[in-house]
């Protein structure tokens, strides 16, 4: 979760709709996951 909050959007929740807020969370994760697979 903390390297999550590298991302702006995630941290501050810019987002007023809950499905463009998870949309976000969910390609930062992807990102994060493609950078370093092993962890």
């Known amino acids: 979760m903390n390297k ?3 991302y702006r959007a ?3 929740r ?3 709709r809950e499905i ?3 949309g976000t969370i969910d390609v930062a ?3 994060t ?4 697979p092993v962890q």
């Open 29 to 31: 994760s992807i990102r």
């Open 20 to 22: 463009v807020h998870q």
């Open 33 to 36: 996951w493609l950078k370093d």
């Open 4 to 6: 999550l909050r590298a």
């Open 10 to 12: 995630v941290a501050l």
């Open 14 to 16: 810019t987002d007023k």
